[in-house]
C-alpha cells in the first residue's frame, strides 16, 4: 500500500541580501543617535564617519549636514571619495549634503593609516573647557592618567577657526598629530580611532576626563602626573585591550 505522498516543505521567503554598506550605514546612524543619550551631543550638533571603500575608490560614510539626528536615516547618510592630493573637492554621493566638516573627516583618512572612524561632538564640559585661556593654550593637562588613552601626556586643544573650512581641518589636523582626540577651542571635540566603537568609547572617555578637570580646577586646580610616568601609561595603552 502506498503511503502518503510526500509533502515537500514550503521554499523559506528569499530575504534580500543586505549589502554592507547599509550595515555601516546603521551603525553609523546608530552611533549618531546614541551621542544625545551619553549627555555628548543635541539636535543636529557634531557629526561622525567611517572610512569606507566602494569598488577600488577609498572613500568615506558621513552623516548629513543639518539633520538631526532622531530624524536620520541610513539613506541620509552620503559616501564621498577620498582625493588624497585635493586636487579638486571630492563629488558626495547621495540625496543629501555632506556635514559641513566633512574637510578635516576626508583629511584625516587622507593622512592617516590609523583612523577609519571620526567623531565630532559639542559635548558640554569638552567645549567649555574648549573656551578657556588656559586650556586653549596647553591642552588638557596630565591631571589623571587617562589622559594618555588619547595617545599622549596631554590633549591638544586646536586653535578656533570657523566651522567646515580647511582652516579648522589645518588646525584639527596638527592638534591631533600622534593623538587619537583633541578639543577645539570655542566649538567642541574630535575623537579618532580604528573602529567606530573605539572612537565613541574615546569621545565618552574625553568628556569625562573634561568633567573631571573642571571639578578639579574649581576645587582649586589639579597637580599634574611628571613626564616619566606618563610615558609609561602611554606605553601601557599600546598593550591595554579585551
Ligand atoms: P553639520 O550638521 O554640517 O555636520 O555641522 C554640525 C557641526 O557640528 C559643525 O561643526
Known amino acids: 500500500v502506498a503511503g502518503p505522498p510526500a509533502v515537500t516543505p514550503p521554499e523559506p521567503p528569499e530575504l534580500p541580501e543586505r549589502p554592507a554598506e547599509d550595515a555601516v550605514r546603521l551603525a553609523l546612524v546608530d552611533a549618531a543617535r546614541s551621542l544625545s543619550g551619553l549627555g555628548l551631543n543635541h539636535g543636529s550638533a557634531g ?16 552623516t548629513p549636514s543639518a539633520l538631526p539626528y532622531d530624524r536620520c536615516t541610513i539613506d541620509d547618510v552620503v559616501w564621498m571619495p577620498l582625493v588624497p592630493d585635493r586636487s579638486g573637492d571630492p563629488r558626495p554621493d547621495g540625496r543629501r549634503r555632506p556635514s559641513s566638516e566633512w574637510r578635516f573627516h576626508h583629511d584625516l583618512y587622507a593622512r592617516r593609516d590609523d583612523v577609519d572612524a571620526v567623531v565630532h561632538t559639542h559635548a558640554p564640559h569638552c567645549t567649555a573647557l574648549a573656551c578657556l585661556p588656559s586650556v586653549q593654550r596647553d591642552g588638557l593637562p596630565a591631571f589623571h592618567y587617562m589622559v594618555a588613552a588619547a595617545g599622549g601626556a596631554d590633549i591638544r586643544c586646536a586653535p578656533y577657526a570657523t566651522f567646515g573650512t580647511q582652516a579648522l581641518s589645518d ?24 573602529t567606530l566603537e573605539a572612537a565613541l568609547a574615546l569621545a565618552v572617555e574625553l568628556e569625562w576626563l573634561a568633567r573631571t578637570y573642571a571639578l578639579a580646577l574649581s576645587l582649586g586646580g589639579p597637580a599634574t602626573l611628571p613626564a616619566d610616568e606618563m610615558a609609561r601609561v602611554v606605553e601601557r595603552f599600546r598593550d591595554y585591550r579585551p
Not at 47 to 62: C, E, F, M, P, Q
Not at 176 to 186: D, V
Open 47 to 62: 557629526n561622525l564617519s567611517v572610512r569606507w571603500h566602494r569598488g577600488g575608490a577609498d572613500g568615506l560614510l558621513i
Open 171 to 194: 588646525h584639527a589636523l596638527a592638534a591631533l598629530r600622534g593623538r587619537r582626540a583633541c578639543l577645539l577651542a570655542h566649538h567642541g571635540m574630535i575623537a579618532v580611532g580604528a
